[in-house]
């Protein structure tokens, strides 16, 4: 936060102007779907409105190759480093990167903090910042999606259609309509926002493995006060 507010005030004005009316819809929330929600779009479209739009970095490396008479003398490696948000300054400092990571596999950290390493050490950025699912939030979604799953079984048993015959096996097994919604909205919790997804728990052991050092990093838990 230092570096933000104080090399890169315009940049934090900006972002801070795009999370301050953020907000999480439960219905986008239960409705799910495949690619990117409504929410994650609302969110994107207002950073690219600030100039923080996609980039890709290509870098190559040169190989010298000594071991034997026959070998080349030199052979390129180059790698892609894809950057849903980057912010450029024409005026010498170096760029920011972001990424939203709200319901991805959360392996994609790994990729996140791995290309915000690798482009700090190169001297493109100067900080990376993260917005993903504070741990409130992740316990209110569950709750809601207990509340609203229990409370409602033609769209408990809709979400089960559309899964693995062996889901709707289980199911089928319970008898009580009680304990059938309850274990349907468990379970369409840990297939939407489970424990594998990308929230701060995750996040935090990437951290606590120094995963992305030496990068400057600011991370953003999207919280619980902004479910509507």
């Known amino acids: ?16 102007s795009v999370l301050n009316t953020f907000q999480v819809n ?46 080349k003398p030199s052979q390129l490696e180059a790698a892609s480093h894809e950057i849903d948000h980057f912010r450029a300054f024409t005026d010498g400092r170096r760029g920011i990167a972001l990424e939203i990571e709200w319901n991805n ?13 690798r482009l700090h050490t190169l001297g493109i950025i100067s900080v990376g910042i993260i917005i993903t699912r504070a741990l409130p939030l992740q316990i209110k979604l569950q709750e809601s999606f207990l509340r609203e799953y229990s409370c409602d079984p033609i769209m408990a048993m809709d979400w089960v259609q559309n899964k693995s015959p062996a889901l709707k096996a289980k199911i089928a097994k ?39 050092a030496p990068c400057p990093l600011v991370l953003i838990g999207i919280g619980a006060e902004r479910l509507v």
């Open 26 to 71: 439960l219905k986008e929330v239960l409705a799910g779907g495949q690619g990117k929600t409504k929410m994650t779009g609302r969110l994107e479209v207002g950073l690219e409105s600030k100039g923080w739009c996609q980039e890709v970095f290509e870098t190559t490396a040169v190989i010298r190759r000594r071991s034997t008479p026959k070998a």
């Open 105 to 117: 596999k959360d392996t994609f950290f790994d990729r996140d903090l791995g290309n915000f390493q």
């Open 174 to 212: 319970i008898a009580d309509e009680k304990k059938r919604l309850e274990t349907i909205s468990r379970d369409a919790f840990a297939y939407k926002y489970g424990a594998t997804t990308t929230h701060w728990g995750k996040l935090v052991e990437r951290l606590d493995r120094d995963i992305g």
């Open 1 to 16: 936060m230092t570096i933000l507010g104080h090399d890169y005030p315009d940049a934090w004005d900006e972002l801070h």
